[in-house]
């Protein structure tokens, strides 16, 4: 139908152009003695009946400076305009021609057309009658009727989308304003009123698609885009808020709403943007304040707290503070259960937290929204592998520290853990036996997460120690089933050498 609409449009525009070649047929038209005058009309006749416009508008405008009282002149200056779509230029020349020669009636029905079409009903109404007390062609005669009746219908259903509109019909309102526009495809007050019904009906993208098209009817339209830019705003995009709100000010620098609003979106628009960068760097303490901050400037708008939110959560659970970004990630998702992203951000701190079920099943719930994120395959994979590692062997549970904890916090458990477990400190063969083995796990567990790529393996669900995660039996000088007397002799406090042992008293 659109499309329809475009190709109907499209050939109503050429009409003029084809009026004004068909009218070139004509000779002896008296319209002027001055012989520069119809030199320029004479070359400009010449040019549009080949499709110069440019060249062609150029010398009817010589033409219209030589001679201001030439009705032609300014005709054909119109039909060029029309044909280049400046209908807003074409009008004024036409009502020069009408006012020149009252009977042209080519000119009356042209200019009555333009005015149907900016939806000034009444005007193009008294031009159609006009045309018809004129002794009109019968093909003028018949489009100023067929206009006639258009603008009657037209003027119908105005008043009846007035009244839907004012009983807060709004539905019914935007399908008579669709009709009303398919005929008055330039009037500005009709589409800010469809704008404002899709505004009630929640069609927010169909609302600014036709309060830009008013800000391109109306030069100084300072309210559309002063509601363009508080949509914007209110769907969350800040961004294009701040230039639609820009764009305001450009017409009318001490416009007050536009001023107010602006100084609001700027320092928001600034916050955000300084919480993102603080991201990109890996400051996520700092970025949290920021978007801290980010909620209190706006706290009024559903979408800025819950982005912020998310954005909280994300930097909680890359700054490893798993608890916290357990919570923030949670709340979020009450509101929005299927984000992606949060999903991906709780199950990393469940990660962090050795919450491994509840990891995988975020990761899960995340893959059924979005199965082609790489992120989140990778992730699953992962938390699968962790959380069969789990029910194995957890180097980190047997030194009792945490997963992210340091290198320094890790030596200082092994050596009380090795001191505390020594085979040497037990008598009866049992507990010797038993606390062999444990030497032996806590020893092997100081030696994963001391290196930096054994420890980065293991996080990643691999024991680096187990013959079963090694190529072809190699695994790099690592033997995972070590017997107690490999570490006999081992000093726990020391750098590594095999001369120490403990005296038990």
Known sequence: MESLRFNYNKILSYIPFVLVLVDLQYEGVQC?????????????????????????????????????????????????????????????????????????????????NLLLKQGKLDEAEEDFKKVLKSSPSAKEEADARTQLIKCDEMQRLLVQTHREFNNEDYKTAAAQLDTLLETCVWDVTLRELRAECYIQLGELGKAISDLKAATKLKNDNTAAFYKISTIYYKLGDHEMS????????????????????????????KQIMSAEELIGEEKYTDAISKYESVMKTEPNVPYYTTQAKERVCHCLSKNQQAHEAIETCTEVLKSDPHNVNVLKDRAEAYLLDEQYHEAVRDYETAQEHNESDPQVKEGLERAQRL?????????????????????????????????????????????????????????????????????????????????????????????????WNTWQGFNPFGSGSFNFKFQHN
């Open 32 to 112: 002027g003695k001055n012989g520069e005058v119809e030199n320029h009309l004479e070359l400009g006749k010449k040019l549009l009946a080949a499709g110069q416009l440019a060249d062609a508008l150029s010398h009817f405008h010589a033409a219209v400076d030589e001679d201001p009282k030439n009705y032609m002149a300014y005709y054909r200056r119109a039909t060029v305009y029309l044909a280049m779509g400046k209908s807003k230029s074409a009008l004024p020349d036409l009502s020069s021609v009408v006012e020149l020669k009252p009977d042209f009636t080519s000119a009356r029905l042209q200019r009555g």
């Open 242 to 269: 701040l230039n639609e709100i820009r764009e305001c000010l450009k017409l009318d620098p001490d416009h007050k709403q536009c001023f107010s609003h602006y100084k609001q979106v700027k320092k928001l628009n």
């Open 387 to 483: 959380l069969k590692q789990s029910q194995k062997r957890d180097y980190y549970k047997i030194l009792g520290v945490k997963r992210n904890a340091q290198k320094k916090e890790i030596i200082k458990a092994y050596r009380k853990q090795a001191q505390q477990w020594h085979p040497d400190n037990f008598q009866d063969e049992e507990e010797k036996k038993k606390a062999e083995q444990k030497f032996i796990d806590i020893a092997s567990a100081k030696e994963v997460l001391t290196d930096p790529e054994m420890r980065r393996k293991f996080d990643e669900g691999q024991d680096p120690l187990d013959p079963e995660n090694q190529q072809g039996g190699d695994n790099g000088g690592h033997h995972f089933h070590r017997g």
